[in-house]
């Protein structure tokens, strides 16, 4: 079965960098691009960008752009998520999820989701 | 950035009864292959967001049919059309036509 597994809890000080791992398996890793999305609390989600699993390219947010950035190790089908420079506005659960449908499809809806890794961000 | 707009923002209802949730989009979420690219998600407490309908009104795999969407452009509807107790949570929608954002969330909740 299909699922997605991520890294867990992490606190840290402003300015430092985090680095969120999303472990896969049950389907064909590079056939299917993976998202990254958080959700601060009780707020509601904010989409951070995305990665094509088979060619390695990226797309992010313009707010999070050179803040953030999403990488792949297709031999551990792992997906990773680094933000940079975090502040207390990054405390928040993060989430990686999967693309419905495969490729050529890159952003359609998202069918499978990790179970969140919280962020907490404080000095 | 898109802005999505949902209404209402919190949602008693009494089981067996009919619940609707509104979903605006500051643009068009028509793409030129005809397909409108809007999500739907509950998400229960604690728990990380299910898929509940897919391009505005396609049902997601395993969604019971109590469920349906509708909408096209930049209105969308999401309709149970008897709420049962499981259906209790926050109801998010998505655009799905530049980097995803999602409304402000329903919270359904039993009379």
């Known amino acids: 079965q299909v699922q997605l597994v991520q890294s867990g809890a992490e606190v840290k000080k402003p300015g430092a960098s985090v680095k969120i791992s999303c472990k896969t398996s049950g389907y064909s890793f590079t056939n299917y691009t993976i998202h990254w999305v958080r959700q601060a609390p009780g707020q509601t989600f904010e989409g951070m960008g995305w990665?094509?699993?088979?060619?390695?390219?990226?797309r992010y947010s313009q707010k999070l752009q050179g803040r953030v950035t999403i990488t792949r190790d297709t031999s551990s089908t792992t997906a990773y998520m680094e933000l940079s420079s975090l502040r207390s506005e990054d405390t928040a659960m993060y989430y990686c999820?999967?693309?419905?449908?495969?490729?050529?499809?890159?952003?359609?809806?998202?069918?499978?989701w990790g179970q969140g890794t919280m962020v907490t961000v404080s000095s | 950035e898109i802005v999505m707009t949902q209404s209402p923002l919190s949602l008693p209802v009494t089981p067996g009864e009919p619940a609707s949730i509104s979903c605006r989009a500051s643009q068009s979420l028509l793409q030129s292959n005809g397909h409108n690219y809007l999500a739907w998600y509950l998400q229960k407490p604690g728990r990380s967001p299910q898929l509940l309908m897919v391009?505005?009104?396609h049902r997601a795999s395993g969604v019971p049919d109590r469920f349906s969407g509708s909408g096209a452009g930049i209105d969308f509807t999401l309709t149970i059309s008897r709420v049962e107790a499981e259906d209790v949570g926050v109801y998010y929608c998505m655009q799905a036509i530049q980097v995803p954002t999602f409304g402000q969330g329903t919270r359904l909740e039993i009379k």
């Open positions: 391009l505005g009104s």
């Open positions: 990665i094509n699993t088979d060619n390695g390219n990226t």
């Open positions: 999820a999967r693309n419905l449908w495969g490729s050529p499809a890159f952003l359609d809806a998202f069918d499978f």
